[in-house]
């Protein structure tokens, strides 16, 4: 492809670091940002900046964070008894959407993954450990992904949980409400079928 | 949806002027960028900086350009007296890339559309005319989309030619190569079946 000048081609290779971004939608967004919106190839630029600078991560769940405690974390009317353990920020923000939960999290930033060099310390399960030896908690609720990775994680975490006499639980698993039974998946289907419960 | 601060909103806020980038996607890439591709971050950031920086419109072709004329306009060995008109830089470096065509372009950056505001000045209009004024051309090709913006637009440029006696081309339409007939829109068929020729 020919190309129309360095910074230009930068560019269009520094935006494939974008999820789902391939060679012509970068080209697309470059073009875009460069021809019709420089105001928001701007803004982008100044709230890349900001964010390098501001955002790290809470220094008690992990998640990313403007400061050195999150505000979930120094909310002092949160339970501090019950510990909801997820993979990913957005988790922590669906869950808090949809629920009325009111204890404190724990964001591994992913799951073990042996193969790809993630392991124990890369999920923080060390800070994790010191957690459960250093305050009373009454509850551990695991959301990991209903995954391969996110069951194994769960499970390596219920044993450090059973270990320490902490009560684990697992979110439910079964037919999403609206769901229709035969757009299920069968796993979630013999899931639900052999969890079924009295009405 | 809960705040995880307000540089990170403001990021996510940011993303959502790339094309194609709904507030699910600009969540996925403000978290991908924050927690595991820093480095590709800062990389986006600099070369959006460089960008906005160095990037300007070559004064006379009006593609994207890092230097006052482009590589092909300063080209002494293309040939003067063809003009390619296209509507964006893409369309040039699509035709560099598929043909053997060695004359001028001139990017009109978008088409006419009278309801967007963008009329003759927008696509550069005057500059087009200045140009046809005062240098030799013998042929205009007219590259424009063959949607009913882009015919609306080469018929106005093909006005401006045919007052000054320039012969006017535009691409052929037809099949596909490799397409196959019953895939083919119906537009398209008809202008291929009426312009067919004696093999
Ligand atoms: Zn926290
Ligand atoms: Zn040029």
Request: hydrophobic share 35%; proline share 5%.
């Amino acid at each position: 492809m020919a190309s129309l000048g360095p910074n230009i081609d930068e560019l269009m290779q520094a935006l494939r670091c974008l999820p789902g971004v391939g060679p012509k939608s970068a080209q697309r967004m470059t073009f875009q940002l460069l021809e019709r919106n420089r105001d928001g190839a701007e803004r982008l630029m100044l709230s890349l900046q900001a964010a390098l600078q501001n955002v790290r991560h809470c220094q008690r769940c992990r998640i990313l964070s403007e400061t050195e405690l999150c505000s979930r974390c120094s909310d002092p009317d949160r339970r501090q008894d019950q510990l909801c353990i997820v993979e990913m920020p957005s988790d922590v923000l669906a869950i808090e959407q949809a629920t009325a939960y009111q204890g404190q999290y724990f964001v591994l930033n992913g799951h073990l993954s042996p193969l790809d060099g993630i392991g124990p310390e890369t999920l923080g399960i060390p800070t994790l450990i010191r957690w459960l030896d250093s305050q009373e908690t009454e509850e551990i609720i695991l959301a990991t992904n209903p995954t391969v990775e996110g069951e194994a994680t769960a499970h390596y975490i219920s044993e450090l949980a059973r270990a320490r006499q902490i009560r684990v639980t697992r979110l439910a698993h079964g037919i999403p409400l609206g769901g229709e039974l035969e757009y299920v998946d069968s796993t979630t289907l013999s899931h639900a079928f052999a969890g079924r419960g009295t009405v």
